[in-house]
Nanobody
């Protein structure tokens, strides 16, 4: 299983970004996909997850601003991030959970004016 994340970058406060993560080598949508993030000097923390059936879960700081979605036909998970704040600055990692955890390589998101 391999995960390829993309879509990070530099954005001003209040702006938007959309992250994508494509998974290869999986044969079923019976799994959980999600996003974690790790800011400098902090531990990696969960941001949002989505089941194969579309059930979502968000950490409180991003509720109402971020939206996670997935395309099971493409084995891809997305994270639409709106109203970005400087405290959202971090490396964002996608994860696929089946019988094991598989991680993508991380993509940098920087929110700064």
């Amino acid at each position: 299983v391999q995960l390829q994340a993309s879509g990070g970058g530099l954005v001003q406060p209040g702006g938007s970004l959309r992250l994508s993560c494509a998974a290869s080598g999986i044969a079923s949508s019976i799994n959980v996909m999600g996003w974690y993030r790790q800011a400098p000097g902090k531990q990696r923390e969960p941001v949002a997850t989505i089941t194969g059936g579309g059930r979502t879960n968000y950490t409180d700081p991003v509720k109402g601003r971020f939206t996670i979605s997935r395309d099971n036909a493409k084995n891809t998970v997305y994270l639409q991030m709106n109203s970005l704040k400087p405290e959202d600055t971090a490396v964002y990692y996608c994860v696929l959970v089946t019988t094991a955890d598989y991680w993508g390589q991380g993509t940098q998101v920087t929110v700064s004016s």
